[in-house]
C-alpha cells in the first residue's frame, strides 16, 4: 500500500512569492491534516479536511489556507511569504480523523529568502 | 504557560538501557495522548496511543498517563541504536480534530 505522499519534497521562494503545496493521502483515507514544523515552535497544527470540509484551523494567519478535493489529494497554499514561513510542512492522512491512526507523509522542505 | 511542554533534550544513553521520556499539559480537556517517534529527514510515525488514563505496553514501549498530575511518559526498555530518533508527545481533546504536540525530545542510543 502506497504511503503518503507530498510534492515538491524541497522549495526555495522568495519573500512575498506565494506557494502551494500537495498531498495525496493514502488511498481511501479521507481525512487530512497539515502541519508546521519548525526548530523553535514545534510541531504546529494548521488545518484538517475531511469529504472536502474543514473541520478545524490551527492559529495562523489567513495567508495559510487549504483545500481538499473530492479524491481527498489535499493542497495547502501561503500566499505572501515571510521569511518565518521557512519550515517543514508535513501532511497525515487516516480514515476518518485525528483519533484514528495518523499516517505521515515525508514533508515539503520549504526555505524563504 | 504552553499547552504542552516537553524537554528538548538532547538525552544519550547506552544500548541496553531504559529510557524515561516525558511530558506536561495544562489543559485538562485532552483526552487522546499519543507518542510519536521521527527519524532524521522523515515525517513521525505513531509509535503509541491511549484514551484516558493508565498504562498500554507494546513491545519494550510502555506509555502512562496521569490525568490527575497531568503528566504523561514513554519508557524503552533494552534501548537499542535504531531506537535514536526524536520522540514527540502529542494530545487531543475529544471532537477537536486537532492534535497538541511537545517540541519533541531528541533521543541517541549509543552502541
Known amino acids: 500500500k502506497a504511503g503518503v505522499t507530498q510534492t515538491p519534497r524541497y522549495l526555495i521562494k522568495t519573500r512575498g512569492q506565494q506557494v502551494t503545496l500537495s498531498c495525496s493521502p493514502i488511498?481511501?483515507?479521507?481525512?487530512v491534516s497539515w502541519y508546521q514544523q519548525t526548530p523553535g515552535q514545534g510541531l504546529q497544527f494548521l488545518f484538517e479536511y475531511f469529504s472536502e470540509t474543514q473541520r478545524n484551523k490551527g492559529n495562523f494567519p489567513g495567508r495559510f489556507s487549504g483545500r481538499q478535493f473530492s479524491n481527498s489529494r489535499s493542497e495547502m497554499n501561503v500566499s505572501t511569504l515571510e521569511l518565518g514561513d521557512s519550515a517543514l510542512y508535513l501532511c497525515a492522512s487516516s480514515w476518518s480523523g485525528v483519533t484514528d491512526t495518523q499516517y505521515f507523509g515525508p514533508g515539503t522542505r520549504l526555505t524563504v529568502l | 504557560q504552553k499547552e504542552v511542554e516537553q524537554d528538548p533534550g538532547p538525552l544519550s544513553v547506552p544500548e541496553g538501557a531504559i529510557v524515561s521520556l516525558n511530558c506536561t499539559y495544562s489543559n485538562s480537556a485532552f483526552q487522546y495522548f499519543m507518542w510519536y517517534r521521527q527519524y532524521s529527514r522523515k515525517g513521525p510515525e505513531l509509535l503509541m496511543y491511549?484514551?484516558?488514563?493508565g498504562n498500554k505496553e507494546d513491545g519494550r514501549f510502555t506509555a502512562q498517563v496521569d490525568k490527575s498530575s497531568k503528566y504523561i511518559s514513554l519508557f524503552i526498555r533494552d534501548s537499542q541504536p535504531s531506537d535514536s530518533a526524536t520522540y514527540l508527545c502529542?494530545?487531543?481533546?475529544?471532537?477537536?480534530?486537532?492534535?497538541?504536540f511537545g517540541k519533541g525530545t531528541k533521543l541517541t542510543v549509543n552502541p
Open positions: 491511549t484514551y484516558s488514563s
Open positions: 488511498s481511501g483515507h479521507r481525512s
Open positions: 502529542a494530545m487531543m481533546q475529544g471532537g477537536s480534530e486537532k492534535l497538541v
